[in-house]
């Protein structure tokens, strides 16, 4: 063949060629996923200015509930400040976090899963002996994440245009930058470890302290101007102001570093090889002590746990430390005691605050079981469970060496999480410690559907994750949009005392606790009669 | 012979497609027993049924004189088992998992894993994801050697193995055979299991349609026979099982049924045989027949 044939084009050109096709590709694989996550997020922001004006209906209850806000730290470390009395303005600071999470939660799965994830599988090099640039899967992950966050911001826009045109603008433009900055975030991410797991869990660990920071700044200051809020992407959307007087220049601290840190990812993904990391692993001992299955999943699942676990003690002091601010509201402010009340359950205002956060705690717990649980499944569809099983080992016996940690690690991240309320808030250990372990059974009945879907329906159970982000949304949303009770009794978390401070119920515990031992054993018994798959 | 693997009439579905057509299988105690067919035959559906991971629909299986599904455990303490596509814990290195395979079994000989260690040329230290996929196969394949059992399965274990390292695995499987223990490979080198096999099963489509030694299906197939004699040949038309008979001048070129051998060459000899020379048909041969078989039919739908 002679040198002509090759097409002769500049260099930068060819670093991305065949982007398009892969980002087509991309779009394709993630046909699903990304259309329910944005509609998701966006049914969540357009319901709610109909529910804030369900509950507040004349402008001055709704003035009334600013007036409370603002002088609430606790309150305002869970939702953020909030900077006007309009339906749009109340909309952006009700649920602007929370989108701000979906949105970075979105953009960091699509990008680590086009990037990190192919070349871990070993997929990437086969696409990559093709016509594709170096940058072109990067570039192709990057736009799919740009797709799914372009088309929330358009839903938002859109949805919320009746509110405001500038405000509803802004604040589709801010959610996308949030979801934008996590996804290129993830980009750096996938650059530095070998793993799609670990590149996952970084960023996750990242959007946490971004969670926590902006709410220990809006805790100490009412207007967002803490240097801690700002440290944060999600205080950076809080501080646009949507509906209340935008400042656009806050756009630009998403422009900007979301252009900075895909600078970085190409920087570095341009200084390695396909399928290597800047984290390498080191070599291993050339003899090993694991001597049994249960060994084995302790070890597969121990860095998980300790993750978890570290995660939700220092969650914990950080929450512990906001409670006696929630003492301080004046006490005959019948509204905001009304949202405390819905999601702590009763009258005092400290009891109701610390009762909320068990029940978040327990919430984000169920994510944890959910995801330890479907190691199991992780195992045995990757073909590692097949020569295990091959040894002399029962099927109940591997399967129990990955629930231990699972439903045993539950009980240790809601006793720290505890420890961390206790520890913060300097007083009431006991029943703070009682409130955090009364969630375990409803996280144990999460877990248990976990159990059941991967026993009898293997090729469903990574459904077990929207069972969990249904207990998830129930738990979150349910109370502030004062949700039916038949809906609110959908989740296990429904039916849990109201501890500190509420009365202490046996009955649902045991029940929950009965449930969730029932849906094992029933997943269990599936599991020993079914055929493995791989 | 006492049998360590019986298998009759086995069947197994999945959904519509049926990998297994009533599948038999014997492999005597000692011995090591090749397992062939095509891709997709249900080769690896065989083997799953025998370790316990899959259930049979229907038919009847034995591993070491016990039921496969229900004392799976017991079985799998005396049995080593290598899969054809073997996955590594990343962040395991490869002794750990070595170890873990051989304690998940009877147990393991820490000399034989050591010299095997080194015969294979592996490092034991590096993690799950650096290893290339032969020297995925070797982590598995010193488990499975270095174990203290009664029977190893091997799925397609050479895949990925270089030249060399084929032959030390060659070597490892005379070993085993010679110190009595059962060996199913199930391979497509059809040297390897001409080189190393007592006995052989060939299946299509989830049926068996060979087995036994590979003396005996040599003599099912044809031997190619080609001469020169000292006259014309005459006669060798009319005799039973004479194919493909090509005659020019004085040379002859035939395929003849094996058993049938014996006429063939009184015949020859009658004429006066210059120089003769027979070839027997190679497990290659005998395997095509069956591969094209597949391929006809497939053809002619």
New interface residues.
Partial sequence: MSAAAFAVRPASARQFAGTGILLRFALRRDRVMIPVWVAVNALLVLSMPSTIEGLYGTPAERADLVAQMGTNSSLRAMVGPVFGDSLGALTAWRVGITAGVLAAVTGLLVVVRHTRDEE?SGRQELVMSGTVGRRAALTAALLAAAVANGALALLVTAGLAGQGAAGSLAFGLGVAGVGMLFATMAAIAAQLT??ARLARGLTAAVLGAAFVLRAAGDSAKDDGSSPLTWASPLGWLSNLRAFAGERWWVLGLFVGAVLLQAAVAYALAGRRDVGMSFLP?????????????GA?AW??QRGGVLGWSIGFLLAGLVYGGMAKGAADLVGDNDNAREIFQRMGGQSGLTDAFLAAMAGMFGLVAALYIVASVLRLHAEET???A?????????RLRWAAGHLAPAFGGSVLLMLLAGLGLAVGHGEQAGPILGACLVQVPAVWAVGGIAVLMYGLVPGAATGAWGVAGAVLLIGWVGPVLDAPRAVLDLSPFGHLPKLPGGPMEWPPLLVLTALAAALTAAGLAGLR????TS | MTKAITVSGLHKSFGRTHALDGLDLSVGSGEVHGFLGPNGSGKSTTIRVLLGLLRADAGAAQVLGRDPWTDAVEIHRRIAYVPGDVTLWRNLSGGEVIDLYGRLRGGLDPRRRAELTERFELDPTKKGRTYSKGNRQKVALVAAFASDVDLLILDEPTSGLDPLMEEVFQRCVAEERDRGRTVLLSSHILSEVEELCDRVSIIRKGRTVESGSLAELRHLTRTSVSAELAGPPNGLAGLPGVHDLDVQGHRVRLQVDTDRLDAVLRSLSETGVRSLTSTPPTLEELFLRHYQDAQDEVTAR
Wanted: hydrophobic share 35%; glycine share 18%.
């Fill in positions: 871990e070998e793993s692993s080191r070599p291993g001992p050339a003899a090993g002590r694991l001597g049994s299955a084995l070890r597969l990757s073909g590692r097949e020569p295990v099983l091959a040894g002399a080992v029962g009669r079914r055929d493995m």
